[in-house]
């Protein structure tokens, strides 16, 4: 059985981890929603254990040759303490404590040290690199037979596969909770299974599932003959209804919860409970009500005290009085909110506000107003769409550092090997037939381990190359006049309440930049994803530049798009020239016709379009000064480079069309691309 200070290191982690992943979504009510992942908390305890003297035993090399369980917690516990402060010295711990697990030859510190490195990485979101630690863990709390250690790191795979987008893996983990739960009859671990597979199921937006497993955890509190812990539940299934758009239903769970949770004092689930049904009411339109209900939250926060909720209250009492028409009120709560939540640092709770602010301005007509936090908006908002890519970036960088390591380790290896082969030569030189053979082999060893380095480095160059490239061209794809010009558009839409364009502007932008971060990370994509992306781009760029150009793409009837793979986001920068250069001084209509084919094992595009040409655009750029060359192109080109050492005809060709009269007519671009079918 897992040792208590196991169980507890567990519990605190799977708690830690869920909080700050509840926290990231900006929902300051969302944590109440994973109450039963806390059910088990206990506080981490050390007797006698302060930081600075844990550090101080573990300095000590007598002790730290002749290791105890005692250090193996103590390197843990600091493991976990400096996840919150610093990643490389929670690595650190965590190393250290499997280290001397190993030099213990006990498997239940090991399995506790793999499992605190997968919960290191995660607390960073490097959810890729903690999935083997943990996986590890799992696998040798199986050896050991601890049915405890188990539990505990399937919660938290589930907790990172829910990260990671893999709903279905997670309900593995959960699931086989549950099973051995309802094998032993224990009735808490069931509650929690039941509660999180809820929880899973509602971020998967199966919501009829959803309500299944809620209602399943409402059934064991019934066995249990518990009342108190209903009141999180009934939450729980009040926002799943408000999420299917069931009003109705969900106030009639909110109103229970709030019957429950008001008779057992729970203020914190009281809170969220009366601003969830503020929210049903702020949603029919009952503004006063919603106004009374956000008030009596309010003053519960504030006695709690609960900044996170008081700053999100406070803005949300701003704009239900914007609804009713006070809006010098309005304004003063709105101010409020705001300045809490940039003290706190709550972004979404800043955006919230300013939105509000926004609104006001367009009630009192205020253009100061409106310019002021529009541009505010535009700017956050922005920047919270770089801390995403930054932080997919990041995570690239990590999982490449992580295998640069592994490799290191294992020519460390060897050497290691080598050296032990070559004192055992010393030992027998008596032996001379012997010696000359092992000699032999040995030389032949180190030729071919010293080739196959050679060979591990021209491969880490073209690998390291190859991530340039990409990143490069991601940066090209990403262009940021595009996105800024796109967002403004999206926000022209909303400023002028033309809510369904905005919708669709935003729908197809989202698509976009979902495809490009996907596509750029793959080698080979379907064409018709690639096609999806160039159709996508085609059309934005059409609304951003108010129609000034049709477009026309047309694709052979043999060609199977989805068994089609090509190498990603080839075409798109002589689409981005065309319309940047071609279109940007054209007087009349542009128009872009764009043409897949089949040729051998050559997949033919062909992109033309009716511009200025060449010849003139570089003119007009050297009238304006301006000496910037298309780095999609450069990289483009590069990547071409590239394909031709394996399909030497892969490669574009540009032509610059005339008419009649010789004067230009447009260019057309003949692109070359390598593919495969399956």
Known sequence: MLPFMGVLLFSYLCIRISIKWVSKSGNMFKPFKYFFISLFFIPLFIKGGTIDSLKRVLKDENKLAHPDKGLVKASIYLSDYYTRISFDTAKYYAALSRTLAKKLGNP??????????????????????????????????????????????QNNLAVVKMHLGKYADALKYYQQNLAFAESKKDYENMLLACNNMGITYHDWKKYDRALFYYKKALGILNTINEEERKGSVYNNIGEVYQKMGKIDSAQFYFEKSYLINKKYNKQHSLLITITSMGDINFQKGNYREAYKRYKDALVISKRIPDDLNTSLITIKI?????????YSLAKSYLLDGLKLSEQLGIKNNILEAYKGLIENGHLTKDPNLIYTYHQKYMALNDSLFNDKNMKAINEMEAKFKTAQKEREIAIL??????????????RNQKYFIIIAVLLLLFVAYLLFNRYRIKQLKIKTTLEKARISI?????????????????LNSIGSFIGTKNISEAQSYLTKFAKLMRLILENSRKPDIPLEDEIQALQLNLELEKLRFENR???????????????????????????????????????D????????????????????DNGIGREKAEQLKQQAGIKHNSLGTQVTSERFEDLKTIHPEAGFTIIDLKNDAGNPAGTKVIVKIPFEEE
């Open 108 to 153: 239940t510190g090991i399995a506790m040290a793999n499992n605190i490195t997968g919960m290191n990485y995660t607390s960073v979101g490097y959810y890729d690199s903690a999935v083997p630690y943990l996986n590890q863990a799992l696998e040798n709390f199986k050896t050991i037979k601890d049915t405890t250690g188990i539990v505990f790191v």
């Open 318 to 326: 701003g704009k239900v009085l914007n609804k009713l028409n006070k």
């Open 413 to 426: 290896t060897a050497d290691k090997k080598a050296k032990e082969l070559e004192i055992q030569m010393q």
């Open 470 to 486: 990409e990143q490069r061209l991601l940066r090209s794809q990403m262009n940021p006049h595009f996105i800024f010009n796109s």
């Open 549 to 587: 150009f049709d477009f026309e793409l047309k694709v052979d009837e043999d060609i199977d798009t989805e068994n089609t793979y090509i190498s990603p986001m080839l075409i798109q920068p002589f689409i981005e020239n065309a319309i940047k250069h071609g279109f940007k001084n054209k007087k």
């Open 589 to 608: 209509k542009g128009f872009i016709k764009l043409s897949f084919t089949k040729s051998g094992n050559l997949l033919i595009c062909e992109i033309e």
